[in-house]
């Protein structure tokens, strides 16, 4: 049993997680700070309040705080946005894999036609390798 986890503990993927994972929690932070120190001073300088924490609706003599919600949702879209534009960054900069042949080109008329092509259907010659 001792093998098997320390067989699970040295997988690539757990090390790769346990990275992501503590990459998101610092990232988390800075998002943390910016929606706080400058998209709260912005709005906080739109509103007049300034905090989040101190926004609620008052109904009858209840008390709906709606302040740390915004907050939430507003940390939120911003990490999504910047893990959409990490990722997009990403795929333009990784290799495009290439797919599998499924053309090759005619040796006569040098239109593509199918792999497993006998004839070539542009101008009908017999293909090499092909007995008709």
């Known amino acids: ?13 757990l090390l790769e997680l346990a990275a992501a994972f503590i990459m998101g929690v610092a990232f988390a932070g800075v998002v943390g700070a910016f929606t706080d120190g400058i998209v709260g001073g912005i709005i906080a300088a739109i509103i007049g309040k300034p905090s989040f924490s101190s926004l609620e609706i008052t109904i009858n ?3 709906i ?3 740390a919600f915004l907050q939430a949702c507003i940390n939120f879209v911003l990490v999504a946005f910047v893990l959409f534009l990490i990722v997009r960054s990403f795929n333009r900069l990784r290799p495009k894999e290439e797919a599998a042949a499924t053309t090759q080109p005619c040796p006569f008329c040098k239109t593509d036609i199918a792999l497993d092509a006998t004839r070539c259907p542009n101008c009908t010659s017999q293909l090499a390798g092909t007995s008709a």
């Open 1 to 13: 049993m001792l093998k098997e986890f320390k067989a699970f503990v040295m997988r690539g993927n």
């Open 61 to 63: 003599d209840g008390h």
């Open 65 to 67: 705080l709606i302040g």
